[in-house]
């Protein structure tokens, strides 16, 4: 499974579902700083990071970023935060 977080509200919610799991977790820019990636991936978890910030309501944007993560984990399934 593979979660995609637009938001500092949804991560919160994604890093509880994905708690002990082999969830992979990407986060739109800025909402970790690298401390916290760092911490964050020293517990276990799977934290991707986009170079640039995603608009969660530029539906062209969020489209774009899906499809990278697809081509990333492609057969899995895709949980996107919805704003």
């Keep these: ?3 995609f977080a637009l938001t500092k509200h949804g991560l919160s919610e ?3 579902l994905a708690r002990g ?6 986060v739109n ?4 700083d690298e401390l916290e990636m760092k911490e964050l991936r020293t517990e276990g978890f799977d934290l991707t990071d986009f170079v640039h910030w ?3 309501v530029d539906e062209s944007a969020v489209e774009e970023a899906t499809a990278t993560i ?6 899995q399934v895709l ?3 919805l704003v």
């Design 29 to 32: 820019r800025g909402l970790l």
């Design 54 to 56: 995603i608009d969660p």
């Design 70 to 75: 697809r081509e990333h984990h492609p057969d």
């Design 21 to 26: 799991s082999k969830t992979a977790i990407w």
């Design 1 to 3: 499974m593979v979660i």
């Design 79 to 81: 949980y996107i935060e």
């Design 14 to 16: 994604m890093f509880d």
